[in-house]
């Protein structure tokens, strides 16, 4: 158990002393090996190979900054005093990757440490508060790696590093394949959406004289002509309109006076911007004191601050709200909620309203202006078998994420627990059996 852990300080962990990552003037980016910045480091706390900035490298600088499998990074510095000292762990490189200046490299002795116990030491409470030690305040938060290689971190054996970061590593892992099997079918639901609403596809294939590639009773849905409109060619009969010929705009809202009861509250600012998996992250808090707006399944969320950043997610299931800074696009028909949701968020009209926001330093557009947003019409039957084709796609979805947050929660209990020896891994492994 923990009283038994040995503490030894970080530095005699590793296989060779910490290291500063590489500064290179703009000369030298945009080729070369990939390189792992801060963004990267944030955003993915178990680092694969995914894409990145490049910058060349000198042959000795190669043999010096570059990362492998294991190796942990941390943020030198940050703007906020938590996040100097974060740490992530490399999974995965498929090419030679090196690393910016404002991160500090750790490569653990296997030996002596498993790499992914480490990593979870780091983002534990523990690890939380033994970074806290060291971090410094003077412009920005920071850490140093000298301060960084004298903590000291309970050590268990070996096999029971690797158990526990086999634990942890099982619920991460199951999370991360929902993560990407959600991106896969958002993938696929945008895609069906550009071919039927965008490229006009089945009545291309039409006018041109080749099969649509679909079902008769559906191919006969759609027209064997376009016509001209103010958006360009869009097939015959079908017309152009608004979102708001779909949804209605902010329907419900409410103040701290009116709803003063504990709230299901959506933040996406902690989720990936612009994914369906973003749909049910919230946070419990208790109801602020300015007005918010309540949401319901099928609901549509656009960010109306900074709208370039595109901000939004498709709400599938009651009982949360949020803040006013977004607007609420209601379908008012069961059938248009899924084509509302990925007609708001394509990328061409993200950056409309990016180019239509103004404010300065906190650029925003007014939630009429989202609601305004011209999309062509098609014709009802043809929303219906879209609603219909979607539909899978959208509860499976709505499936992986609550799926996902539970195994985060689970994670969340067992790590402290695990770390500071306070639940034995034999028990950990019958809890996490049935996940």
């Known amino acids: 158990m923990a009283g038994e852990w040995q503490a030894i300080p970080f530095e005699r962990l590793l296989a060779e002393p910490v290291r500063n990552g590489i500064y290179k003037p703009k000369g030298f980016h945009g080729r070369g090996a990939k390189i792992v910045n801060m963004g990267e480091l944030f955003a993915h706390p178990r680092l694969r190979a995914v894409p990145m900035k ?7 600088e190669t043999e010096r900054f570059m990362l492998a499998e294991g190796d942990l990074i941390f943020a030198r510095r940050s703007l906020t005093a938590e996040g100097a000292g974060k740490c992530s762990v490399v999974l995965d490189i498929d090419e030679p990757t090196t690393f910016e200046s404002s991160i500090i490299r750790a490569r653990p002795d296997r030996l002596k440490a498993d790499p992914l116990y480490l990593y979870y030491f780091f983002n534990s409470a523990a690890g939380f508060h033994s970074l806290d030690t060291i971090r410094r305040q003077v412009a920005v938060a920071g850490i140093t790696g000298s301060d960084l290689s004298r903590l000291e971190i309970p050590i268990p054996s070996l096999p029971e590093q690797r158990t526990i970061a086999h634990i942890l590593g099982t619920l991460d892992d199951k999370f991360e394949l929902n993560r990407r099997m959600n991106e896969t079918l958002e993938a696929m639901a945008r895609a069906l959406f550009k071919s039927w609403f965008v490229d006009f596809d089945p009545v291309r294939a039409k006018v041109e004289g080749r099969a649509p590639g ?32 779909f949804a209605s705009l902010n329907p419900e809202s409410w103040s701290k006076q009116t709803r003063p009861e504990i709230i299901k509250y959506v933040d996406l600012s902690n989720t990936k911007w612009g994914h369906i998996e973003a749909v049910t992250g919230y946070a419990q808090q208790d109801a602020p004191s300015r007005a918010q707006r309540v949401l319901r399944q099928d609901d549509t969320i656009v960010g109306t601050v900074r709208p370039g950043n595109g901000s939004y997610a ?17 379908p008012r028909r069961t059938e248009y909620a899924q ?41 009802d039957q043809v929303l219906e078998r ?50």
């Open 314 to 330: 498709f709400i599938s299931v009651d009982g949360l709200t949020g803040s006013t800074g977004f607007a609420v696009l209601r």
């Open 386 to 435: 879209f609603s219909m084709l979607n539909g899978s796609f959208f509860a499976r979805m709505a499936e992986n994420e609550l799926e996902s947050r539970n195994l985060v929660a689970l994670r969340d209990s067992l790590l402290p627990k695990l770390i500071s020896g306070e639940l034995r891994v034999k028990d950990a492994e019958k809890i996490v059996e049935p996940a």
């Open 214 to 245: 679909l079902p008769k009773r559906l191919a006969d849905l759609f027209p064997d002509s376009f016509e001209d409109s103010e958006l360009g060619e869009i097939p015959k009969g079908w017309e152009v309109g608004t979102l708001a010929d």
């Open 339 to 379: 084509f509302i949701y990925l007609a708001a968020t394509i990328a061409e009209n993200i950056e409309a309203l990016a180019h239509l926001a103004d404010g300065g330093a906190y650029p925003a557009v007014r939630p009429e202006v989202v609601i305004a947003t011209q999309v062509v019409r098609p014709s």
């Open 54 to 60: 490049r910058v060349e490298l000198s042959k000795s």
